[in-house]
Protein backbone atom coordinates (compact mmCIF):
# COMPACT_ATOMS: atom_id res chain seq x y z
CA UNK A 1 0.00 0.00 0.00
CA UNK A 2 1.43 3.55 -0.79
CA UNK A 3 1.65 6.05 2.46
CA UNK A 4 -0.43 8.70 2.51
CA UNK A 5 1.23 11.85 1.16
CA UNK A 6 4.49 9.98 -0.34
CA UNK A 7 5.87 10.82 -4.02
CA UNK A 8 6.68 8.41 -6.28
CA UNK A 9 10.05 8.46 -6.27
CA UNK A 10 9.97 8.32 -2.10
CA UNK A 11 7.85 5.34 -2.30
CA UNK A 12 10.66 3.94 -4.63
CA UNK A 13 13.20 4.60 -2.32
CA UNK A 14 11.25 3.56 0.82
CA UNK A 15 10.33 0.09 -0.12
CA UNK A 16 13.77 -1.52 -1.75
CA UNK A 17 15.31 -0.54 2.18
CA UNK A 18 12.30 -2.41 3.85
CA UNK A 19 13.43 -4.75 1.34
CA UNK A 20 17.15 -4.45 2.61
CA UNK A 21 15.77 -4.60 6.36
CA UNK A 22 13.51 -7.85 5.91
CA UNK A 23 16.75 -9.46 5.02
CA UNK A 24 18.42 -9.19 8.55
CA UNK A 25 15.45 -11.01 9.96
CA UNK A 26 15.37 -13.36 7.45
CA UNK A 27 19.25 -14.21 8.03
CA UNK A 28 18.41 -14.11 11.97
CA UNK A 29 15.69 -16.81 11.72
CA UNK A 30 17.96 -19.37 9.67
CA UNK A 31 20.94 -18.34 11.90
CA UNK A 32 19.69 -19.63 14.97
CA UNK A 33 17.59 -22.45 14.13
CA UNK A 34 21.09 -23.98 14.18
CA UNK A 35 21.01 -23.60 17.72
CA UNK A 36 17.61 -25.89 17.75
CA UNK A 37 18.95 -27.95 14.96
CA UNK A 38 22.18 -29.10 17.33
CA UNK A 39 19.94 -30.54 20.16
CA UNK A 40 17.73 -32.18 17.46
CA UNK A 41 20.16 -33.96 15.65
CA UNK A 42 22.29 -34.92 19.11
CA UNK A 43 19.04 -36.49 19.54
CA UNK A 44 17.88 -38.37 16.30
CA UNK A 45 21.52 -39.25 15.12
CA UNK A 46 23.03 -39.78 18.82
CA UNK A 47 25.99 -37.99 18.61
CA UNK A 48 28.45 -36.40 20.84
CA UNK A 49 28.31 -32.37 21.49
CA UNK A 50 31.92 -32.37 18.50
CA UNK A 51 29.50 -33.82 15.93
CA UNK A 52 26.79 -31.79 17.07
CA UNK A 53 28.67 -28.96 16.45
CA UNK A 54 29.11 -29.76 12.79
CA UNK A 55 26.35 -28.39 12.44
CA UNK A 56 27.73 -25.25 12.62
CA UNK A 57 30.82 -26.01 11.41
CA UNK A 58 29.45 -26.72 8.00
CA UNK A 59 26.76 -23.64 8.23
CA UNK A 60 30.00 -21.34 8.52
CA UNK A 61 32.28 -23.05 6.19
CA UNK A 62 29.93 -21.74 3.86
CA UNK A 63 30.17 -17.83 4.78
CA UNK A 64 34.16 -18.79 4.56
CA UNK A 65 34.12 -19.92 1.22
CA UNK A 66 31.60 -18.06 -0.45
CA UNK A 67 31.99 -14.47 1.00
CA UNK A 68 34.59 -13.19 -1.45
CA UNK A 69 32.82 -15.06 -4.59
CA UNK A 70 29.84 -12.88 -3.01
CA UNK A 71 32.11 -9.63 -2.73
CA UNK A 72 33.03 -10.25 -6.50
CA UNK A 73 29.34 -11.35 -7.59
CA UNK A 74 27.93 -8.26 -5.73
CA UNK A 75 30.48 -6.06 -7.53
CA UNK A 76 30.00 -6.93 -10.75
CA UNK A 77 26.42 -7.42 -10.92
CA UNK A 78 25.09 -5.23 -7.91
CA UNK A 79 23.44 -5.58 -4.81
CA UNK A 80 20.08 -6.34 -5.81
CA UNK A 81 21.36 -9.45 -8.08
CA UNK A 82 23.54 -10.44 -5.08
CA UNK A 83 20.73 -10.33 -2.82
CA UNK A 84 18.27 -12.54 -5.31
CA UNK A 85 21.16 -14.96 -6.02
CA UNK A 86 21.81 -15.30 -1.93
CA UNK A 87 17.60 -15.82 -1.48
CA UNK A 88 18.00 -18.77 -4.38
CA UNK A 89 20.45 -20.44 -2.24
CA UNK A 90 18.43 -20.14 0.59
CA UNK A 91 15.19 -21.54 -0.54
CA UNK A 92 16.96 -24.10 -2.20
CA UNK A 93 19.31 -25.71 1.14
CA UNK A 94 15.41 -24.91 2.90
CA UNK A 95 13.77 -27.74 0.46
CA UNK A 96 17.12 -29.64 0.45
CA UNK A 97 15.77 -30.64 4.25
CA UNK A 98 12.80 -32.63 2.87
CA UNK A 99 14.90 -35.23 1.10
CA UNK A 100 17.21 -35.29 4.18
CA UNK A 101 15.04 -36.31 6.60
CA UNK A 102 13.81 -38.79 4.15
CA UNK A 103 16.51 -40.46 3.73
CA UNK A 104 17.74 -39.65 7.20
CA UNK A 105 21.50 -38.68 6.43
CA UNK A 106 23.14 -36.73 8.13
CA UNK A 107 25.92 -35.93 5.96
CA UNK A 108 22.81 -34.37 3.19
CA UNK A 109 21.57 -32.44 6.36
CA UNK A 110 25.28 -30.79 6.63
CA UNK A 111 25.49 -29.98 3.06
CA UNK A 112 21.72 -28.15 2.86
CA UNK A 113 23.23 -26.40 5.93
CA UNK A 114 26.54 -25.37 3.54
CA UNK A 115 23.96 -24.23 0.84
CA UNK A 116 21.58 -22.01 3.20
CA UNK A 117 25.34 -20.74 4.57
CA UNK A 118 25.94 -19.75 0.86
CA UNK A 119 22.87 -17.88 -0.07
CA UNK A 120 23.44 -15.49 3.38
CA UNK A 121 27.08 -15.09 2.51
CA UNK A 122 25.62 -13.33 -0.44
CA UNK A 123 22.78 -11.65 1.46
CA UNK A 124 25.41 -10.49 4.30
CA UNK A 125 28.25 -9.29 1.98
CA UNK A 126 25.53 -6.97 0.00
CA UNK A 127 22.99 -5.62 2.81
CA UNK A 128 25.85 -4.55 5.35
CA UNK A 129 27.98 -2.64 3.53
CA UNK A 130 24.70 -1.01 1.66
CA UNK A 131 23.51 0.15 5.13
CA UNK A 132 26.33 2.10 6.51
CA UNK A 133 26.10 4.30 2.71
CA UNK A 134 22.57 4.87 3.51
CA UNK A 135 23.49 8.20 5.54
CA UNK A 136 26.35 10.44 7.11
CA UNK A 137 29.52 8.52 7.31
CA UNK A 138 29.64 9.85 10.77
CA UNK A 139 26.50 8.19 11.99
CA UNK A 140 26.95 4.66 9.86
CA UNK A 141 27.92 2.62 13.05
CA UNK A 142 24.45 3.60 14.89
CA UNK A 143 22.80 2.83 11.53
CA UNK A 144 24.19 -0.60 10.63
CA UNK A 145 23.48 -0.85 14.84
CA UNK A 146 19.41 0.10 14.29
CA UNK A 147 19.15 -2.19 10.69
CA UNK A 148 20.79 -4.92 13.09
CA UNK A 149 18.45 -4.44 15.60
CA UNK A 150 16.01 -6.24 13.35
CA UNK A 151 18.38 -9.45 13.49
CA UNK A 152 17.13 -10.61 16.62
CA UNK A 153 13.20 -10.81 15.39
CA UNK A 154 14.43 -13.01 12.99
CA UNK A 155 16.64 -15.04 15.65
CA UNK A 156 13.63 -15.24 17.77
CA UNK A 157 10.97 -16.35 15.43
CA UNK A 158 13.58 -19.32 14.13
CA UNK A 159 13.59 -20.50 17.99
CA UNK A 160 10.11 -20.12 18.32
CA UNK A 161 9.73 -22.30 15.07
CA UNK A 162 12.30 -24.71 16.66
CA UNK A 163 10.99 -25.05 20.05
CA UNK A 164 7.08 -25.43 18.56
CA UNK A 165 7.53 -27.28 15.76
CA UNK A 166 10.53 -29.03 15.70
CA UNK A 167 11.11 -30.53 19.54
CA UNK A 168 8.72 -32.89 20.15
CA UNK A 169 9.14 -32.39 23.84
CA UNK A 170 10.19 -36.41 24.24
CA UNK A 171 13.53 -36.66 25.46
CA UNK A 172 14.69 -40.42 25.83
CA UNK A 173 17.32 -41.03 28.55
CA UNK A 174 19.81 -43.98 27.29
CA UNK A 175 18.53 -46.45 29.79
CA UNK A 176 14.69 -45.76 28.38
CA UNK A 177 16.27 -46.02 24.98
CA UNK A 178 18.12 -49.25 25.87
CA UNK A 179 14.89 -50.71 27.14
CA UNK A 180 12.97 -49.89 24.13
CA UNK A 181 12.63 -53.01 20.82
CA UNK A 182 15.19 -52.19 18.07
CA UNK A 183 11.52 -51.10 15.78
CA UNK A 184 10.35 -48.44 18.25
CA UNK A 185 13.71 -47.16 18.93
CA UNK A 186 13.69 -46.83 14.70
CA UNK A 187 10.11 -45.26 14.79
CA UNK A 188 11.69 -42.78 17.60
CA UNK A 189 14.39 -41.72 15.28
CA UNK A 190 13.16 -41.39 12.30
CA UNK A 191 10.40 -39.39 13.77
CA UNK A 192 12.70 -36.82 15.06
CA UNK A 193 14.45 -36.31 11.65
CA UNK A 194 11.55 -36.04 9.86
CA UNK A 195 10.38 -33.39 12.38
CA UNK A 196 12.39 -30.44 10.32
CA UNK A 197 10.37 -31.21 7.02
CA UNK A 198 7.62 -29.05 7.44
CA UNK A 199 8.86 -26.50 8.80
CA UNK A 200 12.04 -25.85 6.21
CA UNK A 201 9.73 -26.41 3.40
CA UNK A 202 7.44 -23.70 4.52
CA UNK A 203 10.70 -21.12 4.84
CA UNK A 204 11.97 -22.63 1.22
CA UNK A 205 8.88 -21.48 -0.49
CA UNK A 206 8.99 -18.04 1.52
CA UNK A 207 12.05 -17.24 1.04
CA UNK A 208 11.84 -18.10 -2.62
CA UNK A 209 8.75 -15.66 -2.97
CA UNK A 210 10.58 -13.00 -1.56
CA UNK A 211 13.04 -13.35 -3.85
CA UNK A 212 10.18 -12.59 -6.43
CA UNK A 213 9.22 -10.21 -4.99
CA UNK A 214 12.42 -8.26 -4.88
CA UNK A 215 13.47 -9.13 -8.90
CA UNK A 216 9.97 -7.09 -9.27
CA UNK A 217 11.09 -4.01 -7.37
CA UNK A 218 12.87 -1.80 -8.74
CA UNK A 219 16.19 -0.50 -6.66
CA UNK A 220 18.61 2.56 -6.93
CA UNK A 221 20.58 2.01 -9.43
CA UNK A 222 23.92 4.19 -7.42
CA UNK A 223 24.35 1.13 -5.28
CA UNK A 224 26.50 -0.36 -8.24
CA UNK A 225 28.49 2.51 -8.89
CA UNK A 226 32.73 2.08 -9.16
CA UNK A 227 32.11 -2.07 -10.10
CA UNK A 228 34.50 -1.72 -13.46
CA UNK A 229 37.28 0.26 -11.00
CA UNK A 230 37.11 -2.39 -8.08
CA UNK A 231 37.49 -4.83 -10.28
CA UNK A 232 40.13 -3.78 -12.48
CA UNK A 233 42.03 -3.06 -8.93
CA UNK A 234 40.81 -5.57 -6.59
CA UNK A 235 44.34 -6.52 -6.17
CA UNK A 236 45.92 -3.21 -5.06
CA UNK A 237 42.75 -2.72 -3.12
CA UNK A 238 43.37 -6.06 -1.25
CA UNK A 239 46.92 -5.54 -0.21
CA UNK A 240 46.23 -2.33 1.16
CA UNK A 241 43.36 -3.67 3.43
CA UNK A 242 45.56 -6.84 4.34
CA UNK A 243 48.44 -4.43 5.15
CA UNK A 244 46.49 -2.47 7.47
CA UNK A 245 47.00 -3.87 10.82
CA UNK A 246 43.54 -1.77 12.25
CA UNK A 247 41.77 -3.89 9.56
CA UNK A 248 43.60 -7.05 10.40
CA UNK A 249 42.51 -6.03 13.83
CA UNK A 250 38.84 -6.02 12.80
CA UNK A 251 39.05 -9.28 11.60
CA UNK A 252 40.58 -11.22 14.19
CA UNK A 253 37.78 -9.29 16.55
CA UNK A 254 35.19 -10.04 14.31
CA UNK A 255 36.34 -13.97 14.37
CA UNK A 256 36.59 -14.48 17.79
CA UNK A 257 33.35 -12.37 18.33
CA UNK A 258 31.37 -14.81 15.64
CA UNK A 259 32.62 -18.00 17.21
CA UNK A 260 31.62 -16.80 20.98
CA UNK A 261 27.85 -15.37 20.15
CA UNK A 262 27.82 -18.73 18.19
CA UNK A 263 29.02 -20.76 20.46
CA UNK A 264 26.85 -19.53 23.52
CA UNK A 265 23.89 -19.50 21.62
CA UNK A 266 24.26 -23.30 20.42
CA UNK A 267 24.96 -24.95 23.58
CA UNK A 268 22.57 -22.56 25.38
CA UNK A 269 20.22 -25.29 25.14
CA UNK A 270 22.75 -28.10 26.03
CA UNK A 271 24.40 -26.41 28.89
CA UNK A 272 20.68 -26.33 30.48
CA UNK A 273 20.27 -29.73 30.33
CA UNK A 274 23.82 -30.72 31.20
CA UNK A 275 23.64 -28.32 34.48
CA UNK A 276 19.90 -28.81 35.35
CA UNK A 277 18.64 -32.64 34.69
CA UNK A 278 15.71 -33.27 34.00
CA UNK A 279 15.16 -30.51 31.80
CA UNK A 280 13.47 -31.20 28.11
CA UNK A 281 14.97 -29.57 25.57
CA UNK A 282 11.85 -27.95 25.00
CA UNK A 283 11.70 -26.21 28.23
CA UNK A 284 15.58 -25.47 27.71
CA UNK A 285 15.03 -23.64 24.47
CA UNK A 286 12.91 -21.40 26.88
CA UNK A 287 16.53 -19.86 28.13
CA UNK A 288 17.73 -19.50 24.47
CA UNK A 289 14.45 -17.52 23.88
CA UNK A 290 15.07 -15.15 26.53
CA UNK A 291 18.61 -14.84 25.68
CA UNK A 292 17.72 -13.30 22.07
CA UNK A 293 14.96 -11.04 23.55
CA UNK A 294 17.76 -9.50 25.64
CA UNK A 295 19.76 -9.53 22.19
CA UNK A 296 17.35 -7.51 20.86
CA UNK A 297 16.92 -5.17 23.47
CA UNK A 298 20.46 -4.75 23.63
CA UNK A 299 20.42 -3.67 20.10
CA UNK A 300 18.30 -0.71 20.49
CA UNK A 301 19.30 0.36 23.68
CA UNK A 302 23.14 -0.15 22.86
CA UNK A 303 22.28 2.48 19.45
CA UNK A 304 20.71 5.03 21.91
CA UNK A 305 23.83 4.93 23.81
CA UNK A 306 25.88 5.97 20.82
CA UNK A 307 23.80 8.93 21.31
CA UNK A 308 26.26 9.79 24.08
CA UNK A 309 29.19 7.15 24.48
CA UNK A 310 31.41 6.62 21.62
CA UNK A 311 30.94 3.31 19.81
CA UNK A 312 34.25 1.73 20.82
CA UNK A 313 33.92 2.74 24.68
CA UNK A 314 30.81 1.11 24.35
CA UNK A 315 32.24 -2.06 22.83
CA UNK A 316 35.34 -2.08 25.67
CA UNK A 317 32.25 -2.14 28.29
CA UNK A 318 30.36 -4.30 27.06
CA UNK A 319 33.23 -7.21 26.46
CA UNK A 320 34.54 -6.60 29.60
CA UNK A 321 31.23 -7.71 30.93
CA UNK A 322 30.76 -10.43 29.14
CA UNK A 323 34.09 -11.96 29.76
CA UNK A 324 32.80 -11.64 33.43
CA UNK A 325 28.94 -13.53 32.05
CA UNK A 326 30.63 -16.14 30.77
CA UNK A 327 33.25 -17.26 33.17
CA UNK A 328 30.17 -17.38 35.82
CA UNK A 329 29.01 -19.76 33.82
CA UNK A 330 31.99 -21.75 34.06
CA UNK A 331 32.33 -21.33 37.39
CA UNK A 332 28.79 -21.92 38.53
CA UNK A 333 26.74 -23.99 36.50
CA UNK A 334 22.91 -24.43 36.86
CA UNK A 335 20.31 -21.86 37.10
CA UNK A 336 22.56 -18.93 37.71
CA UNK A 337 24.82 -19.53 35.64
CA UNK A 338 22.38 -20.37 32.80
CA UNK A 339 20.70 -16.75 33.53
CA UNK A 340 24.65 -15.29 33.01
CA UNK A 341 24.51 -16.80 29.47
CA UNK A 342 21.17 -15.00 29.07
CA UNK A 343 21.82 -11.94 30.37
CA UNK A 344 25.28 -12.18 27.92
CA UNK A 345 23.26 -11.67 24.83
CA UNK A 346 22.18 -7.90 26.18
CA UNK A 347 26.11 -7.37 26.14
CA UNK A 348 26.82 -9.10 22.65
CA UNK A 349 24.01 -7.10 20.73
CA UNK A 350 26.86 -4.26 19.56
CA UNK A 351 29.44 -6.10 18.99
CA UNK A 352 29.02 -7.10 15.27
CA UNK A 353 27.91 -4.68 13.99
CA UNK A 354 30.04 -2.20 15.75
CA UNK A 355 33.15 -3.83 14.93
CA UNK A 356 32.46 -4.61 10.94
CA UNK A 357 31.45 -0.59 10.82
CA UNK A 358 34.82 0.32 12.95
CA UNK A 359 36.78 -2.25 9.95
CA UNK A 360 35.17 -0.34 6.85
CA UNK A 361 35.35 3.28 8.61
CA UNK A 362 36.86 6.17 7.05
CA UNK A 363 37.52 3.59 3.66
CA UNK A 364 37.23 4.08 -0.63
CA UNK A 365 34.05 2.60 -1.86
CA UNK A 366 35.99 -0.16 -3.32
CA UNK A 367 38.13 -0.98 -0.09
CA UNK A 368 34.54 -1.18 1.71
CA UNK A 369 32.90 -3.43 -1.15
CA UNK A 370 36.30 -5.72 -0.60
CA UNK A 371 36.45 -5.08 3.11
CA UNK A 372 32.97 -6.28 3.65
CA UNK A 373 33.93 -9.54 1.74
CA UNK A 374 36.63 -10.17 4.06
CA UNK A 375 34.70 -9.46 7.04
CA UNK A 376 31.86 -11.54 6.52
CA UNK A 377 34.73 -14.55 5.86
CA UNK A 378 35.55 -14.23 9.18
CA UNK A 379 32.51 -15.69 10.38
CA UNK A 380 34.33 -19.09 10.10
CA UNK A 381 34.97 -18.20 13.83
CA UNK A 382 31.52 -19.69 14.37
CA UNK A 383 32.63 -23.06 13.11
CA UNK A 384 36.16 -23.82 14.65
CA UNK A 385 34.90 -22.40 18.08
CA UNK A 386 31.71 -24.17 17.92
CA UNK A 387 33.77 -27.04 17.35
CA UNK A 388 36.28 -26.53 19.65
CA UNK A 389 33.77 -25.88 22.69
CA UNK A 390 32.11 -29.11 21.47
CA UNK A 391 35.41 -31.02 22.01
CA UNK A 392 35.95 -29.70 25.22
CA UNK A 393 32.23 -30.37 26.42
CA UNK A 394 33.28 -34.38 25.36
CA UNK A 395 36.45 -33.98 27.21
CA UNK A 396 35.41 -32.19 30.37
CA UNK A 397 31.80 -30.56 30.61
CA UNK A 398 29.49 -28.07 29.17
CA UNK A 399 29.99 -25.39 31.60
CA UNK A 400 33.59 -25.65 31.12
CA UNK A 401 33.44 -25.34 27.26
CA UNK A 402 32.12 -21.92 28.26
CA UNK A 403 36.14 -21.04 28.70
CA UNK A 404 36.30 -20.45 24.73
CA UNK A 405 33.79 -17.85 24.41
CA UNK A 406 35.17 -16.37 27.50
CA UNK A 407 38.30 -15.60 25.79
CA UNK A 408 37.30 -15.08 22.70
CA UNK A 409 35.83 -11.69 24.45
CA UNK A 410 39.03 -10.69 25.73
CA UNK A 411 40.29 -10.47 22.46
CA UNK A 412 37.15 -8.02 21.22
CA UNK A 413 38.36 -6.40 24.31
CA UNK A 414 41.82 -6.24 22.93
CA UNK A 415 40.96 -4.78 19.77
CA UNK A 416 38.37 -1.95 21.37
CA UNK A 417 41.29 -0.86 23.57
CA UNK A 418 43.75 -0.43 20.39
CA UNK A 419 40.95 1.53 18.49
CA UNK A 420 40.15 3.27 21.27
CA UNK A 421 44.03 4.29 22.26
CA UNK A 422 45.00 4.74 18.42
CA UNK A 423 42.10 7.46 18.47
CA UNK A 424 43.02 9.06 21.72
CA UNK A 425 46.82 9.69 19.83
CA UNK A 426 45.01 10.56 16.72
CA UNK A 427 43.58 13.72 19.05
CA UNK A 428 46.55 14.48 20.40
Known sequence: MPLAGATETEQRSWLPLVLIVSLFFLWGGANNLNDVLIAQFKKAFVLSDFRAGLVQSAFYLGYF???????????????????VFGLALYGLGALLFWPAAASATY?????????????????????NPFVTLLGPRETATRRLNLAQAFNPLGSIAGILIGQHFIFSGIDRSSAQLAAMSVADRTAYYASE???????????GIVV????????????PKATASHTDTVLAGGGGVLRRLLGDRRFIGAMFAQ???????????SYTIRYVQATMPGTTSRDAANFLTAGLVCFMVGRFAGTALMKYLAPVRLLMAFATVNIALTLFAVFQPGVHGAYALVTCSFFMSVMYPTVFALGVEGRSDDERKLGSALLVMTIIGGAVLTALMGAVSDQSSMAHAMIVPACSFAV???????????????DS
Open 107 to 127: GLFLFALFVIASGLAFLETSA
Open 412 to 426: VLLFAWQRRRHALEG
Open 65 to 83: LVAMPAGIYMRRFGYKSAV
Open 208 to 219: LCWAVLIVLTRF
Open 255 to 265: FFYVGAQVGVW
Open 193 to 203: TRAVQWPYLVI
